[in-house]
Protein backbone atom coordinates (compact mmCIF):
# COMPACT_ATOMS: atom_id res chain seq x y z
CA UNK A 1 0.00 0.00 0.00
CA UNK A 2 0.93 3.81 -0.50
CA UNK A 3 3.43 5.12 2.28
CA UNK A 4 1.45 7.02 5.22
CA UNK A 5 3.09 11.01 4.03
CA UNK A 6 1.36 13.72 6.16
CA UNK A 7 -0.68 15.71 3.48
CA UNK A 8 -0.10 13.78 0.97
CA UNK A 9 -3.35 12.60 -1.31
CA UNK A 10 -3.55 9.37 -1.66
CA UNK A 11 -6.21 7.37 -3.21
CA UNK A 12 -7.46 4.30 -1.34
CA UNK A 13 -10.23 2.85 -3.31
CA UNK A 14 -13.81 3.87 -5.26
CA UNK A 15 -13.76 7.55 -4.99
CA UNK A 16 -11.63 7.49 -1.47
CA UNK A 17 -8.85 9.16 -0.59
CA UNK A 18 -6.97 9.82 2.53
CA UNK A 19 -4.79 12.79 3.96
CA UNK A 20 -3.02 12.19 7.13
CA UNK A 21 -2.92 14.56 9.53
CA UNK A 22 0.58 15.81 11.22
CA UNK A 23 -0.10 14.37 14.70
CA UNK A 24 2.04 11.04 15.35
CA UNK A 25 2.02 9.92 18.99
CA UNK A 26 2.25 7.02 21.17
CA UNK A 27 -1.78 7.34 20.98
CA UNK A 28 -2.34 8.43 17.13
CA UNK A 29 0.38 6.15 15.35
CA UNK A 30 1.51 7.75 12.27
CA UNK A 31 -1.10 10.16 13.27
CA UNK A 32 -4.90 10.25 12.37
CA UNK A 33 -6.40 9.77 8.96
CA UNK A 34 -8.49 12.03 7.14
CA UNK A 35 -10.90 10.71 4.49
CA UNK A 36 -12.29 12.41 1.27
CA UNK A 37 -15.09 9.84 0.40
CA UNK A 38 -17.44 10.95 -2.73
CA UNK A 39 -18.23 11.08 -6.71
CA UNK A 40 -19.92 14.53 -7.25
CA UNK A 41 -18.65 16.33 -4.17
CA UNK A 42 -16.89 15.33 -0.84
CA UNK A 43 -17.40 14.21 2.45
CA UNK A 44 -14.99 14.68 4.55
CA UNK A 45 -14.32 11.74 7.45
CA UNK A 46 -12.82 12.26 10.77
CA UNK A 47 -11.21 15.61 9.83
CA UNK A 48 -8.92 15.39 12.72
CA UNK A 49 -7.51 17.48 15.06
CA UNK A 50 -7.78 21.46 14.93
CA UNK A 51 -4.31 22.05 12.46
CA UNK A 52 -4.13 24.78 10.09
CA UNK A 53 -1.80 22.95 8.10
CA UNK A 54 -4.01 20.06 8.30
CA UNK A 55 -6.81 22.51 7.07
CA UNK A 56 -5.49 23.26 4.35
CA UNK A 57 -4.03 19.94 3.29
CA UNK A 58 -7.89 18.89 3.30
CA UNK A 59 -8.84 21.99 0.81
CA UNK A 60 -5.91 21.31 -1.14
CA UNK A 61 -7.16 17.97 -1.54
CA UNK A 62 -10.48 19.49 -2.69
CA UNK A 63 -9.12 21.45 -5.24
CA UNK A 64 -6.86 18.57 -6.71
CA UNK A 65 -10.31 16.67 -6.97
CA UNK A 66 -12.05 19.41 -8.57
CA UNK A 67 -14.72 18.37 -6.44
CA UNK A 68 -16.71 20.77 -2.99
CA UNK A 69 -16.38 19.67 0.61
CA UNK A 70 -19.91 19.21 1.26
CA UNK A 71 -20.16 17.36 4.26
CA UNK A 72 -17.97 16.50 7.83
CA UNK A 73 -18.85 13.31 9.50
CA UNK A 74 -16.91 11.59 12.50
CA UNK A 75 -16.52 8.06 13.23
CA UNK A 76 -16.43 9.31 17.56
CA UNK A 77 -15.35 12.42 19.25
CA UNK A 78 -12.16 12.13 20.28
CA UNK A 79 -10.22 14.90 19.95
CA UNK A 80 -7.76 13.49 17.78
CA UNK A 81 -10.64 13.01 15.32
CA UNK A 82 -13.34 15.19 15.22
CA UNK A 83 -12.28 18.72 16.63
CA UNK A 84 -10.84 19.84 13.06
CA UNK A 85 -14.55 20.26 11.81
CA UNK A 86 -15.10 23.49 12.91
CA UNK A 87 -13.01 25.39 11.15
CA UNK A 88 -13.26 23.24 8.47
CA UNK A 89 -16.62 24.20 8.11
CA UNK A 90 -16.25 27.90 7.85
CA UNK A 91 -14.22 27.00 5.20
CA UNK A 92 -16.38 25.22 3.23
CA UNK A 93 -19.50 25.68 5.16
CA UNK A 94 -20.01 22.08 5.22
CA UNK A 95 -22.45 20.54 7.49
CA UNK A 96 -21.96 17.77 10.14
CA UNK A 97 -23.17 14.79 10.45
CA UNK A 98 -22.46 12.09 13.21
CA UNK A 99 -22.89 11.07 16.54
CA UNK A 100 -23.85 12.76 20.27
CA UNK A 101 -20.52 13.43 22.06
CA UNK A 102 -21.09 11.69 25.36
CA UNK A 103 -19.94 13.17 29.27
CA UNK A 104 -17.08 11.45 30.62
CA UNK A 105 -14.50 14.24 29.96
CA UNK A 106 -12.40 12.46 27.53
CA UNK A 107 -14.26 13.93 24.64
CA UNK A 108 -13.85 17.14 21.26
CA UNK A 109 -16.69 19.45 23.15
CA UNK A 110 -16.76 21.15 20.28
CA UNK A 111 -18.24 18.84 17.70
CA UNK A 112 -22.10 19.49 16.76
CA UNK A 113 -23.84 17.34 14.97
CA UNK A 114 -26.12 18.88 12.24
CA UNK A 115 -27.56 15.84 11.68
CA UNK A 116 -27.37 12.56 14.43
CA UNK A 117 -26.18 9.40 12.44
CA UNK A 118 -27.09 6.23 14.03
CA UNK A 119 -27.17 2.49 13.12
CA UNK A 120 -28.67 1.52 9.68
CA UNK A 121 -28.88 5.15 8.63
CA UNK A 122 -27.59 6.31 4.96
CA UNK A 123 -25.85 9.29 3.91
CA UNK A 124 -25.46 10.37 0.22
CA UNK A 125 -22.21 11.50 -0.49
CA UNK A 126 -22.04 13.25 -4.01
CA UNK A 127 -23.82 9.92 -5.44
CA UNK A 128 -22.71 7.39 -3.27
CA UNK A 129 -23.60 6.46 -0.47
CA UNK A 130 -22.48 5.30 2.81
CA UNK A 131 -24.26 3.22 6.16
CA UNK A 132 -23.71 3.88 9.46
CA UNK A 133 -23.08 0.79 11.64
CA UNK A 134 -23.25 1.37 15.35
CA UNK A 135 -19.67 -0.14 17.28
CA UNK A 136 -19.52 0.76 20.62
CA UNK A 137 -16.60 -0.53 22.61
CA UNK A 138 -13.57 2.07 21.92
CA UNK A 139 -15.89 4.94 23.06
CA UNK A 140 -19.82 4.72 23.68
CA UNK A 141 -20.39 6.75 20.07
CA UNK A 142 -18.51 5.02 17.93
CA UNK A 143 -19.73 4.80 14.21
CA UNK A 144 -18.07 2.40 11.58
CA UNK A 145 -19.17 3.52 7.85
CA UNK A 146 -19.83 1.16 4.88
CA UNK A 147 -19.56 1.90 1.29
CA UNK A 148 -21.81 0.20 -1.54
CA UNK A 149 -18.30 -1.05 -2.86
CA UNK A 150 -17.44 -2.89 0.45
CA UNK A 151 -15.08 -0.23 1.85
CA UNK A 152 -15.55 -0.10 5.75
CA UNK A 153 -14.06 3.21 7.79
CA UNK A 154 -13.23 1.92 11.12
CA UNK A 155 -12.37 4.80 12.96
CA UNK A 156 -11.08 3.58 16.18
CA UNK A 157 -12.78 0.72 16.35
CA UNK A 158 -9.73 -1.20 13.90
CA UNK A 159 -6.72 0.21 13.42
CA UNK A 160 -3.62 -1.40 11.86
CA UNK A 161 -0.71 -2.87 13.27
CA UNK A 162 -1.97 -2.37 16.68
CA UNK A 163 -5.10 -2.63 19.17
CA UNK A 164 -6.73 0.34 20.41
CA UNK A 165 -7.75 1.44 24.15
CA UNK A 166 -10.87 0.65 25.71
CA UNK A 167 -11.42 3.24 28.26
CA UNK A 168 -14.09 3.36 30.32
CA UNK A 169 -17.17 4.27 31.30
CA UNK A 170 -17.66 5.13 28.16
CA UNK A 171 -15.51 2.44 26.99
CA UNK A 172 -16.68 -1.05 27.14
CA UNK A 173 -15.11 -4.55 26.50
CA UNK A 174 -18.26 -6.10 26.11
CA UNK A 175 -19.87 -3.84 24.10
CA UNK A 176 -16.39 -4.51 21.73
CA UNK A 177 -16.53 -7.88 21.38
CA UNK A 178 -20.12 -7.61 20.41
CA UNK A 179 -19.51 -4.62 17.70
CA UNK A 180 -16.26 -7.03 16.39
CA UNK A 181 -18.32 -9.97 15.89
CA UNK A 182 -21.38 -7.71 14.58
CA UNK A 183 -19.00 -6.39 11.68
CA UNK A 184 -18.12 -10.43 10.70
CA UNK A 185 -19.86 -11.79 7.15
CA UNK A 186 -21.17 -7.86 6.40
CA UNK A 187 -19.07 -8.26 2.67
CA UNK A 188 -16.12 -5.88 3.89
CA UNK A 189 -13.63 -6.03 1.21
CA UNK A 190 -11.19 -3.46 2.62
CA UNK A 191 -11.05 -1.30 5.85
CA UNK A 192 -9.62 2.65 5.92
CA UNK A 193 -8.55 2.65 9.77
CA UNK A 194 -8.39 6.15 11.80
CA UNK A 195 -4.48 5.03 12.32
CA UNK A 196 -2.06 3.18 9.98
CA UNK A 197 -2.32 2.05 6.42
CA UNK A 198 -5.32 -0.12 5.21
CA UNK A 199 -6.11 -3.44 5.86
CA UNK A 200 -6.60 -5.31 3.08
CA UNK A 201 -7.85 -8.69 4.74
CA UNK A 202 -10.72 -8.03 6.86
CA UNK A 203 -12.43 -10.94 8.05
CA UNK A 204 -8.65 -12.21 9.47
CA UNK A 205 -8.39 -9.06 11.05
CA UNK A 206 -11.86 -9.34 12.68
CA UNK A 207 -11.07 -12.91 13.80
CA UNK A 208 -7.71 -12.23 15.00
CA UNK A 209 -8.84 -9.22 17.06
CA UNK A 210 -11.51 -11.41 18.71
CA UNK A 211 -8.70 -13.94 19.11
CA UNK A 212 -6.05 -11.48 20.60
CA UNK A 213 -8.55 -9.83 23.12
CA UNK A 214 -10.20 -12.99 24.16
CA UNK A 215 -6.41 -14.51 25.16
CA UNK A 216 -5.96 -11.35 27.20
CA UNK A 217 -9.53 -11.77 28.45
CA UNK A 218 -8.18 -14.88 29.83
CA UNK A 219 -4.85 -14.19 30.96
CA UNK A 220 -6.81 -11.70 33.09
CA UNK A 221 -8.20 -14.45 34.93
CA UNK A 222 -5.11 -16.29 35.28
CA UNK A 223 -4.14 -13.74 37.35
CA UNK A 224 -6.26 -13.11 39.31
CA UNK A 225 -5.99 -14.72 42.65
CA UNK A 226 -8.30 -14.85 45.80
CA UNK A 227 -6.54 -12.09 47.38
CA UNK A 228 -7.53 -8.34 45.68
CA UNK A 229 -4.93 -6.67 43.96
CA UNK A 230 -4.68 -3.01 42.62
CA UNK A 231 -4.77 -2.75 39.07
CA UNK A 232 -1.39 -0.85 39.25
CA UNK A 233 0.19 -4.77 40.68
CA UNK A 234 -2.39 -6.70 37.95
CA UNK A 235 -0.92 -4.69 34.52
CA UNK A 236 2.65 -5.93 35.05
CA UNK A 237 1.54 -9.49 35.10
CA UNK A 238 -1.80 -9.26 32.82
CA UNK A 239 0.62 -7.00 30.04
CA UNK A 240 4.00 -8.38 30.68
CA UNK A 241 4.85 -8.87 26.89
CA UNK A 242 4.18 -4.78 27.08
CA UNK A 243 6.73 -2.23 27.12
CA UNK A 244 6.58 -0.97 31.03
CA UNK A 245 6.21 2.71 29.73
CA UNK A 246 2.34 1.43 28.08
CA UNK A 247 1.07 0.25 31.26
CA UNK A 248 -0.81 3.11 32.37
CA UNK A 249 -2.18 3.21 29.01
CA UNK A 250 -3.24 -0.75 29.40
CA UNK A 251 -4.65 0.02 32.79
CA UNK A 252 -7.63 1.27 30.78
CA UNK A 253 -8.07 -1.51 28.95
CA UNK A 254 -7.50 -4.12 31.84
CA UNK A 255 -10.01 -2.39 33.78
CA UNK A 256 -12.50 -2.69 30.91
CA UNK A 257 -11.16 -6.25 31.04
CA UNK A 258 -12.11 -6.31 34.56
CA UNK A 259 -15.58 -4.76 34.19
CA UNK A 260 -16.88 -7.10 31.83
CA UNK A 261 -15.70 -10.40 33.59
CA UNK A 262 -17.61 -9.03 36.87
CA UNK A 263 -20.77 -8.59 34.85
CA UNK A 264 -20.03 -12.24 34.21
CA UNK A 265 -19.58 -13.87 37.11
CA UNK A 266 -15.58 -13.97 37.29
CA UNK A 267 -14.17 -11.44 38.78
CA UNK A 268 -15.08 -8.97 41.91
CA UNK A 269 -13.93 -5.67 43.19
CA UNK A 270 -13.09 -5.61 46.30
CA UNK A 271 -11.21 -3.07 48.96
CA UNK A 272 -7.71 -3.24 47.72
CA UNK A 273 -8.36 -3.46 43.82
CA UNK A 274 -9.71 -7.12 42.01
CA UNK A 275 -9.78 -10.87 43.56
CA UNK A 276 -11.39 -13.86 41.88
CA UNK A 277 -15.26 -14.01 42.87
Avoid at 147 to 155: A, D, N
Avoid at 204 to 226: G, M, N
Avoid at 252 to 266: F, M, V
Amino acid sequence: MASLIPGQLTPIGDHAWRVLARNPGMMTGPGTNSYLFGRDSLTVIDPGPEDQEHLQALLQAARTLDKPITQVIVTHTHRDHSPGALALVAATGARCLGPSVPDDGLQDESWNADRLLGEGDTVDCGGVSLTAIETPGHVGNHLCYLSEQGLLFTGDHLIQGSTVVIAPPSGSMQAYFASLRKLQNRGITLMAPGHGDVISQPEDTLSQTLAHRQKREDKVVDCLTATAQPLATLVTAVYDDVPVFLHGVAQLSLSAHLIKLAAEGKASEATGGWALP
